[in-house]
């Protein structure tokens, strides 16, 4: 964007708003915009901006406002294709331009159907950020999907050790129940005889 870097420091300022869950990577440089494929609403207005190429927004395949109000000098020269390229690249790419912006060069469009309307570099830097981010949510599902199958694992392996437990318990509860009866039948017999040879007179 011709024009961005003098009134505007950096893209990380109030000049620029995202509205997505967190960001990707951090642009050191004020003219990557493309570092920010997750951005959803980009606000440059106010700046001395003239121009805008498409590859400028290509890697921003999730961008859905673009704020390009009072840029006097955007597009001033008359027609131009690079005029008509963006304006072709914002209604394809459903983009909503705040406050109703329109483009010098939108009025004359009957006039330069010479423009080629197509630009293969800007198409194949979209396409590429689509797919980062295809990559990056297929990443995260399979992360989330083995943080399940972890947390699962355990859990049978700590519901298995309290089975087992359980059943090591019971097993020596039943061999209790065996061996009290035939002890107390040992007492109870010792304690007969007992008394049988207390009761017995002792012999001459």
């Known amino acids: 964007m011709t024009g ?5 420091s950096s893209i990380a300022s109030n000049q620029v708003h995202h ?3 967190a960001l990707d990577y951090v642009a050191t440089d004020e003219r990557d915009l493309g570092q920010f494929p997750r951005l959803k609403f980009l606000n440059v207005s106010g700046n001395d901006i003239i121009s805008v190429e498409t590859s400028e927004l290509a890697g921003l395949c999730q961008l ?9 000098g955007l597009f001033q020269d008359g027609p131009s294709c690079a005029c008509l390229l963006l304006s072709t690249w914002i ?4 983009v909503e331009l705040i406050g109703n912006l329109t483009f010098p060069c939108q009025q004359h469009e009957s ?5 080629n309307m197509s630009d293969p570099e800007s198409e194949e830097l ?19 999907t083995w ?4 947390i699962s694992v355990a859990c049978c392996l700590v519901l298995a050790g309290v089975v087992a437990l359980g059943v090591v318990r019971s097993r020596r509860r039943a061999r209790r129940r065996k061996t009290e009866p035939k002890k107390w039948q040992e007492r109870t017999l010792l304690a007969e005889e ?3 040879r207390s009761a017995k007179p002792p012999s001459p």
């Open 4 to 8: 961005i870097l003098t009134p505007m």
């Open 19 to 21: 509205q997505s869950d």
């Open 64 to 72: 859905e406002q673009l704020d390009l109000t009072r840029n006097r």
């Open 91 to 94: 209604r394809d790419k459903h």
């Open 111 to 115: 006039r330069d159907r010479h423009c």
């Open 126 to 144: 979209f396409s590429a950020c689509e797919r980062g981010l295809e990559v990056q949510a297929r990443r995260a599902q399979a992360h989330k």
């Open 147 to 150: 943080t399940i199958v972890a």
């Open 194 to 196: 007992g008394g049988l």
